[in-house]
């Protein structure tokens, strides 16, 4: 049974990005789990996508696309900068990950992120149809619930967080944390990926409005059978060996994919890749590392300064350690299509996800879904949602480099037995829970803990 077996009424998805990116031929989906899951609800249900295109100053009329109807919400560039770059990206990023990184606290930060709130409500408001289901997503629409709320008794009103939500004391820096927590309080259900974020919510709730919200922890996945498919491809197989040999043939290729974020962890990898070519721990005639950076967020400081720190890191890494033809590290700063990245984790022997803080991290259970050969090892941080349930990785804390260090050497040492194993546990986990029995699993409980308000 599909979880549209289950939903009677349109479902309506609110979320900072449409689901669609323009390209040179039109508009193309936009990678990634969630959008896969949540389309073919939307089609079947009769709902619309409603979201900001990702360009500033475009006024977009609204579209279908696959069967959907898109509600494209305008940024001005002003607003691109304010509440995109300045409230969600440098205030609330760096705090809901542990402060990594200082917050800035701006009111015109704020104003512009209540006006974006605002038309993203006021849109809502105007075309839910009666008695449907609102799924608002992620950290850049925290007041929206209860500004639909206001205008809108009848639908039922969920609310996912895709990044973690931080400790009280962490949270009650935040100078406008009476509002934001009053805005997702308005929901029918909040949900996170780890209990920790859903309890850390609940105390924020009791401590600041006096009451206790409906919460759940639902972690999200990816596209199994998606990601299957293209892994077995013979096209990937082949890509994966060409790259291996363009690679050098090493015994052991380490591998990193990640947005160069600095909750990414990849200035404190790239270090102890370092350290151990230097004490010759790891040597270059068995061992390369590729370190995939997609470029995220330009536009604030706080990621100009980790790419920086990270390039001038690969730039003494294989000035010391490298030989003519053969760097001891290949970093490319792009974007990679799906099927690249699938050949690439076929070609990574070690794959390294070591975030200082994440909500879940899907490239570690990309990596798994795609290792049909039950081979590779996954050095996992236990600070990153996906520890919860990826208990056979080499779990290993990254804010330690001693540990870091050991991580790697035990993944490039592991026994054959002992990969095989670990990886087909890894495999099962992932398999038994994919994007769509999450959305499933969040529009079940969100249904179940509805009650109409009959009063008006
Ligand atoms: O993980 C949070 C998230 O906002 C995702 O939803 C998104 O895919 C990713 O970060 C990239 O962020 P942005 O939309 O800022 O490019």
Redesign the pocket.
């Known amino acids: 049974m599909s979880a549209v077996d289950n939903i009677e009424v349109p479902l309506v998805v609110a ?3 449409l689901p669609v990116m323009r390209s040179q031929s039109g508009w193309t989906a ?1 990678p ?1 789990g ?1 959008v896969r899951a949540l389309m073919p609800l939307l089609r079947e249900t009769g709902g619309t996508w409603v979201g900001w295109s ?1 360009e500033a100053d475009h006024d977009e009329e609204p579209f279908d696309y696959d069967g959907v109807r898109l509600e494209p919400i305008a940024l001005s560039s002003s607003e691109v900068q304010n509440y ?1 770059e300045g409230f ?2 440098d205030t609330l ?1 760096p705090l809901y990950h542990d402060a990594l990184r200082d917050s800035t606290y701006n009111f015109l930060h704020w104003e512009a992120y209540e006006a974006v709130n605002r038309r993203f409500a006021d849109t809502l408001a105007d075309i839910t149809p009666e008695g449907a289901i609102v799924w608002v ?4 629409l925290q007041l929206v619930p209860r500004m639909l709320r206001e205008k809108r008794q009848d639908v039922q009103l969920g609310f996912f967080f ?2 973690p939500f931080p400790p009280t004391e962490l949270f009650m820096r935040l100078p406008w944390r009476t509002e934001i927590a009053a805005g997702l309080a308005a929901c029918d259900l909040v949900g996170f990926q780890r209990s920790i974020n859903a309890a850390n919510f609940v105390s924020v709730c009791e401590e600041l409005l006096g009451e206790r919200p409906h919460v759940g922890s639902f972690p999200i996945s990816i596209d199994v059978a998606e990601l299957e498919a293209v892994a077995a491809g013979r096209a990937t197989r082949q890509l994966s060996n060409r790259y291996r040999t363009r690679l050098g043939e090493p015994e052991v290729v380490l591998l990193g994919v990640d ?1 160069l ?1 600095y909750t990414k962890g990849i200035s404190q990898r790239l270090r102890a890749y370092q350290s151990l070519l230097a004490d010759a721990t790891l040597d270059t005639e068995r061992c390369v590392m590729v370190q995939v950076a997609t470029p ?2 330009e536009g604030v400081e706080h990621y100009q300064n980790e790419r920086h720190e990270i390039e001038q890191l690969v730039g003494e890494i294989n000035g010391v350690h490298g030989r003519l033809g053969y760097p001891a590290l290949h970093y490319l700063y792009q974007s990679l299509p799906l099927d690249v990245l699938v050949a690439l984790y076929r070609t990574g022997d070690v794959m390294l996800v070591t975030p200082l803080r ?3 991290n899907l490239v570690a259970k990309e990596y798994v879904t795609t290792r049909l050969d039950n081979d590779g090892v996954l050095v996992l941080s236990e600070f990153a949602g996906a520890a919860d349930e990826l208990t056979d990785a080499v779990l290993v804390n990254p804010h330690d480099e001693k540990a870091l260090r050991d991580a790697i050497v035990s993944a490039v040492e592991m026994h054959r037995y002992e990969r095989r194993e670990r990886m087909q546990r890894l495999r099962e986990v992932v398999r038994g829970s994919d994007v769509q029995g999450w959305a499933e699993r969040f529009l079940a409980d969100l249904t179940g803990s509805h009650s109409l308000d009959v009063d008006e």
């Open positions: 979320a900072n990005r936009s990634g969630l990702g995109y969600s990206n990023w997503h992620d950290y850049h895709h990044i947005r974020d995220t967020r994440d909500g879940m």
